[in-house]
């Protein structure tokens, strides 16, 4: 859709990003080192990694909620300096306003740009329709399950048409056969406007039946990139389907090779300095 | 138990308590009035001094002033709570140099206050109002700079996200945040508000319920008394159910306000 370029605009671009906490007396601890990645515009990037490396951390750097110590961040190939205000986040923990409505917590994201109260409404109702909640309005957050709540964050987000979304583990809580529906209903979305994708997830399966890349890190502390594979599976995808293929179980060992010593290591790490 | 034997049960309580009343007060017991008249009158009295204040219709008055009174008290208090508490919240530096001062003012016990109101604010209502808001003041001023500074981070950061300003954040996700608060803490603003009323009138005043009780006890009318115990227990049950109905309307959104409270 953009002006054809032989390569399409970066939309995200950290460049040598490393991370850095302050902890109890004044030490510091260095979530993640040196972390460079790209997202091409229109392209959907999968982070998997075991847990505690700095998934969501890296998510946070991309949306400008965090500054890395060192290292540039540029967001459509200008540097990022405050809020990422071109992202949509889906964050990890549940992020919905408890004392709105579904459909309340969907229109807001309009309301605050100054769209009439009454369109906003609509629009937001074709949302919650188009994630299969249509009938959910004028619930309040506590009384949808789980899932049902990461389809509202999910519209939320989504009816700002932000271009670039950020996602961080939106399916984790789930049960296996919903996460399949879930993913299957976020291609079918991305693949109406293609935004540019950043996806967290600890799912390798997941990762790669959804990504056209798929990167590993490596175990905290400190933790680096160490691989970035391209995942060649044929779109439109099915999740379902796509795991039967030969090309995802070859891919699927490959990476897993990999990130199989990162989890031991950072199970063995996180145990030992407890 | 269901509803009817509850009810039932908690009647049972109700009448025994005032039949032994009623049977120690008039009934000799081995020659001696276990409850001299005197000092614990009994229920029929009382109950006639209700009706007859009810029937003059001289009660409504004193209701009306007391009801007035800790609307005010309730109505002020609150919105200074919620002002200074939201304001405090928000600048740390603010609230840090008020913080033993704000501690002194409330460690102190509130009724000696009442003579210095009377002095400043006479005989009238306005003195009470300033008791009851002495009292409610503190509470939600506490409980929405709580709420404020306790505001989810996630949220906020959502909320940043979403493309909010500072002035949306504060309406969209400080704002209900802190009500929310304030609305947990309800039922004792209200209720001291009504305390700050009756006490002010029981320690000076020209009408009000505790102007009530006050003129009884000063001519050993103890059926008057506790007839105007009464009368304020109902008073207080009757506004505790208006909150509880507002709270209920107030507070759908959260999953256990209905459940908690009974
Ligand atoms: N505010 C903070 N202060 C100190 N350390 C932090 C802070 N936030 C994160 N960390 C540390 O940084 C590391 C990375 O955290 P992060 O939340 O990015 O992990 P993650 O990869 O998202 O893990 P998970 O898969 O469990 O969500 C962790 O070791 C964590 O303890
Ligand atoms: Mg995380």
Same mark, same amino acid.
């Given at each position: ?32 080192? *040196?972390? =460079? $990645? ?18 969501? =951390? ?41 004392? *709105? ?11 605050? *740009? ?6 906003? $409404? ?19 957050? /506590? ?34 056969? =919903? ?11 991305? =693949? ?53 293929? *030969?090309?995802? /179980? ?25 | ?143 929405? &700079? ?27 996700? &400080? ?26 009138? &029981? ?60």
């Amino acid at each position: 859709m953009q002006a054809g370029e032989a390569a399409a605009a970066r939309a995200v671009a950290l460049d040598d990003a490393t991370v850095a906490f302050r902890v109890a007396d004044a030490r510091v601890y260095t979530a993640v080192d *040196k972390a =460079t $990645l790209g997202v091409d515009d229109g392209e959907f990037v999968a982070i998997v990694g075991p847990t505690g490396c700095g998934k969501s =951390t890296l998510l946070n750097v991309a949306a400008g909620l965090l500054k890395p110590a060192s290292g540039a961040v540029r967001i459509f190939d200008a540097a990022l300096n405050g809020l990422n205000h071109q992202a949509g986040y889906l964050f990890q923990a549940d992020a919905l306003f408890p004392w *709105k409505t579904a459909i309340d917590n969907v229109a807001i994201g309009l309301e605050i *740009k100054g769209v009439a109260r009454a369109e906003a $409404l609509e629009r937001a109702q074709a949302w919650l329709t188009s994630v299969g909640l249509g009938a959910f309005g004028n619930r309040y957050p /506590h009384m949808l399950s789980g899932g049902q709540r990461k389809r509202v964050g999910m519209a939320q987000v989504l009816i700002r048409d932000p271009r670039i979304l950020l996602m961080d583990e939106p399916f984790g809580p789930l049960d296996a056969q =919903t996460r399949q529906i879930m993913g299957n209903l976020l291609l079918q979305l991305w =693949t109406k406007d293609r935004k540019a994708v950043l996806f967290v997830t600890h799912d390798l399966e997941e990762a790669i039946a959804l990504a056209d890349r798929v990167v590993i890190m490596s175990a905290g502390p400190g933790s680096r990139i160490i691989g970035d594979w391209r995942v060649p599976l044929p779109r439109p995808r099915d999740i379902f389907e796509v795991r039967l293929d *030969k090309e995802f /179980h070859a891919l699927h060992r490959e990476i897993w090779n990999v990130l199989k010593d990162e989890v031991m290591k950072g199970y063995a790490q996180s145990a030992g300095a407890a | 138990m269901n509803r009817l034997t509850l009810l039932l049960c908690q009647m049972l309580v109700a009448v025994v308590f005032f039949g032994l009343w009623q049977l120690l007060s008039t009934v000799p017991l081995f020659g001696v009035t276990v409850l001299p008249p005197f000092f614990f009158s009994n229920p029929v009295d009382v109950a006639s001094q209700v009706v007859a204040w009810f029937a003059s219709g001289v009660i409504w008055k004193h209701l009306l002033i007391t009801l007035w009174e800790s609307i005010l008290a309730f109505a002020i208090g609150s919105l200074g709570g919620v002002m200074v508490g939201f304001w405090f919240a928000r600048q740390p530096r603010v609230a840090a140099i008020f913080d033993p001062y704000v501690k002194m003012i409330n460690a102190l016990p509130r009724v000696v206050l009442a003579p210095i109101f009377t002095l400043w604010l006479g005989l009238g209502i306005w003195s009470k109002v300033a008791l009851g808001v002495t009292l409610v003041f503190f509470i939600v001023f506490f409980n929405v &700079y709580q709420g404020v500074k306790e505001t989810s981070r996630g949220l906020v950061d959502n909320a940043r996200m979403l493309g909010m300003s500072e002035r949306q954040q504060l309406r969209h996700v &400080y704002w209900p945040s802190a009500l929310s608060w304030m609305f947990s803490s309800l039922h004792t603003a209200v209720g001291f508000a009504v305390v700050g009323a009756v006490v002010g009138e &029981y320690l000076g005043s020209a009408a009000g319920l505790g102007y009530l009780i006050q003129q009884a006890e000063g001519t050993f009318d103890v059926a008057g008394v506790f007839a105007g115990m009464i009368v304020l227990s109902a008073f207080v049950i009757l506004i505790d159910l208006a909150v509880t109905l507002a709270e209920r309307r107030l507070l759908v959104w959260r999953p256990t306000a209905a459940e908690s409270r009974g």
